[in-house]
């Protein structure tokens, strides 16, 4: 290594091909083994790693929901108790919401983004490796507790006072609410990651207006998790603070209110809603793009609507709590901003459809999903409407008409575009595409079997049906409606598993793809499938929003970074303009070794609140460790005198 | 296979027109709302069922038939497209901002009756203005005249429940530390079922009541009958539960007018064979459930605040006999 | 025992077996049903196979907690720190702070002044009682005791409290500690 040209220490015109690729992965790549493995910080590692824990919490819940589904399939059913019944629909919401459908974005972001936008890794890799190992620790704390029959069973949204000190006893909801704090902290250090990353490390040339829709829609909602986190953070730590330290914050009789659990907890639960929703517009964006074989139509106008949902998304709270007895002009007032938020969705429904109407489209297996989500999602969105007006939610609210309504915006409007994503992005993650045949049978099983399930459950919410019960009577004109649910629900998870299996199976007898197979224009098309450790050789320079399709073979590439050391391009936040090159943190234990001491912490806090004062050392020592300044192991490069 | 899933989407909202009629179900039923309710459904429902047609036709259109190069046109139905669902959206608003303010403008005539949420059984109390002696309390069940609006207060003992009778109103939550009051105006006589509507633990499944609307003359007969005390046990086999119920177990939690059981923390049980069910909701009233739940109420409704007495048979078919005779 | 390692012991209990402690079984533990013990003070008390249970449970001290108030306990306890009956907080115990005493107490009554609820409670309900009795001087489980009742606060929560020691006296002997 020492006796290289010093002047080959940086990428560019002399040093390129398979010398270059030498030895940037010897500069980028992590040490192997086990300790390798732990310590990484490769985006697409981590990336990876978060997409199938988030998969696995997918599967879990939805096993979850299958129990309830056959429960409910005949009334007055004894197949679940009453108390194992709410366990497992509070898990199934806990998980679905917190475990699965932010992370997965998050993960899918984690994966793609930097490959998007044409850098070599995410900014702050190491708070990138502590987000999924918090996250991994707390699903692991919830799912353990849950097999100990130590689950939570006060709802996924736990309202107070049934969530209290006296109405659930023992440590059930505790472990509810630290979990909510393991998410929390892994969250925001995503969003962090997520918004430093977009802002800060695109491609040279890629203003703010050439940006992809998919980065757009992680910016927004970066900033929204920045912003909506922390009030479900302190809603929970005021609940463990009343269980265990007893303090009053809900205690209406020592001047607390029940009523503040729930506007914290909505003030953070409908940003959430939205939070999983918009990068579900950003994959779309991708694919519609991709699939229609042109720029996606009005791009200003989509960006605008990402921006103002993002914005909206804060003013719309209450209208979870119209049934509990607020001011009335109030409530009027959410009426209004709920219906206002359906206006920059509907805007880019109109823009998705008018790509398709003016490209080609081609109807490969993402596409589908495409089709899928806006016959699903524009249901939901307008079953939204209907709850927006008071009158109207006062007797819808809680019963199954809700239930199908956020069914359908959030497996219509989320989960089908991220399976569409999914196998739009395998061939990038793994080097092989998915079954073409295999992938329709699973559309087809999933969109017929969720229609199935989920549609009669507005019929049955009309017919009186109410949400969270463990059975009901038979004679109420119920029974085949929910059986009809139950059987859909069977169709519902095959396709899944069709799903997952072709998933599986494709990883290692898939068609080997290259590295565009779909023809896209985005900049993680012009690297190999799947990436090299170091994602580009080098870093590429953009000049329109589908630089693929514009440069082609010929993508423009900017020289100059080191090749010895890690090292990525930092560019100026809204023009883009190289500014400085920063280097890359190398694979380290200590994110892991902090997120060991912080969640042992959290964990042993519901015990006592001593763990706070204790586990404050560990803690403290494995984030001193993390963040002590190292020197450079390469002696610094020689300048020009 | 796209077409098909178009055909199935297109064809789907068509069910949501069929009748939601039922005990328990949204429309159709006899409350003064209900008239404002079903128009305002009926409007957002055609409303929205006209969009999402034009969203799927729009979708249709673009997979069937596209032309490339019509971007003006495009743009054009852009900015309509906008307009129209901004205009729609703020008249959905508007309407119903007014649908809600009429709901609220109910006359008040001076019957109030104050319901207190438990976990899982409601506390009911009939309160005439000015004549405390003349509360009537009962548990489990609703009477309520036909066309007299009732200011309905709602408390709670413990955690926060939902009142919610389908057929008459929309719903109105019932949280400790807060007084929140719905008015309800029956229109119909009939038997409406009501069922709480807030998840509030173990047995929210089972925590439901009856509602009779009836004639007023009906309903000032059945309060009347409802203040005087239990009737008298007759047979010897009644004055035997008679004697168990007062003395024993029961007398600790629950009230029976009239007699030493002065309990207050369970349902009240003066008049409980008149109701139409046992355990809110739980059972039908009849001899085989009460049977049923006198000897194992754990078993219909596990971790519900009733024990398990343990009664010997003897003991079961006196206190039963006692409890069918308090009509 | 320090806090911390109290607290890892606890920990691993709780993961080891302490699924039971958070167990939600409305029949009460164990099953089935059966009068309580008969016994006069002198005579010492077998211990009951139920106790472990009864107070080793989340649930069913919850109950206890419930049927303390329906049942006014607080009428001459409070909420546990006396007032025309001795205080159940504190280290004084009359007549034995085992649970099987407990029971008895509820279910005979005691000398001057404890009625007795024996045909007035179930055995579950007084069972379940003398387990939330026994969380006042926080005798059960950090882990299922209560941090604080859904209503006026009374005396610091119990989870932030450590257990009481048991000392044995004469209704003379607490009555001249009191005043």
Redesign the interface.
Known sequence: MTDLDPDLARDGPELTGEELHRRLTLAWRRPAGLYGWLSSTDHKEIGKRYIVTAFGFLLLAGVLGLVMRAQLARPESGLI???RY?QIFTMHGTTMMFLFAVPVMEAVAIYVIPLMLGTRNTAFTRLNAFSYWMYLFGGIMLWVAFALNVGPD??WFA?T??SGP??SPGKRVDIWAQMITFTEVSGLAAAVVMATTILKQRAPGMTLAKMPLFAWSMLVVALMIIFALPAVALDSGMLISDRLVGTHFFN??ERG???LWQHLFWFFGHPEVYIIFLPATGFISEMVATFSRRPV??YP?VVMSLIATGLLAFGLWVHHMF???LP?LG??FY??AS??V??PT??Q???W??T??????V?RVPM?WV??F??TF??GG??G??L????????????YFVVAHFHYVLIGGAVFPLLGATTYWFSKFTGRLMSEAWG?VAF?LV??GF?LTF?PM??T?????????????AG??WDTLNLISSIGAVILAAGFATFVVNALVSMRHGRVAGANPWSAPGLEWATTSPPPVYNFPHIPAVASRTPLWDEGEDLPVMTGLRVDEREHLTTTVIEAIPSVREPSPHPSLWPLMSAIAIGVTFVASIFTPWALVVGLVPSAIALLIWFWPKNSTVPPEPTIE | ??RL??L??LL??L??L?G?H??????GGGGR?EA??GG??QV??IV?IV??LV??A??T???LR??????PV??T??YV??GV??LT??G??I???L???T??RAPYTGLTVEITGH?WWWDVRYISPGHPDQTLRTSNELHLPVGVPVQVILKSA???H?F?I?NL?????L????N??IVVTPTKVGIY?S???????????HMAFDVTVEPLSTFQQWWGDGLLPARVPATPEQKAGYAYVT???C???HNITGTPATGQ?APDLTHFASRATIGA?TFPMNRGHLYAWLADP?QAK????M????LEPDQLHAVAAYLESLK | MSSPCRASLLALALLAGGCDQMR?D??GHPLP?APPLVSTVLSPLKADPRSEGYQNNAYQVS?GQ?YFH??NCTGCHSEGGGGIGPSLMDVNWRYGSTMEDIVQSISNGRPNGMPG?G???????IWQTAAYVRSLSQHVPQSIRSGRS?GLSVAEPSTLRDPKPYRAVTPKQDEATVK
């Open positions: 108790s009453a108390d709410n006060a709802g309202y006072p049934l006296e109405f209406p009789y209110d029940a009523l139509f009005a106008a049934a509990t007895g009335r409530y009027a009426t209004a219906m206002t359906a206006i509907g805007i429904i109109f823009c459809i008018a398709i109407w003016l490209g080609r489209p109807y589908l089709l899928g806006i016959i524009v249901i307008l079953t409407v209907m927006a007006s008071v009158p109207l939610d006062l007797q819808l609210h809680d019963t329709k087809a969109f017929c229609h549609f507005h019929i919410g009309m017919l009186g049906m109410p949400r969270r019960v463990y059975t009901y009577p109420m004109g | 296979m796209k899933a178009l199935v989407a789907a909202p069910f949501a069929t939601c039922g005990q328990q179900a949204v429309l709302d404002l309710f305002l459904w957002f429902l929205t969009f999402y969203v799927l729009g979708l259109w673009a997979v596209r032309r490339e190069g019509g971007e495009v743009r139905t852009f497209w906008v669902i901004s959206l703020i959905l608003s309407a119903s901002w649908v809600d303010r709901m609220n976990q413990d955690v926060i939902s919610w389908p109103s929309g719903k109105q939550d949280i400790p530390g807060r929140n009051d079922r069922q709480c509507a807030e998840y509030c633990g173990l047995q929210h499944a003395t024993r177990e007398a600790t939690c923390v909701g754990q596990p971790g519900n605040k024990p398990v007495i343990g | 939600n409305p029949r049903e109950n419930l329906w049942m609820f045909g007035k409670m179930t055995a579950a309900q859904e």
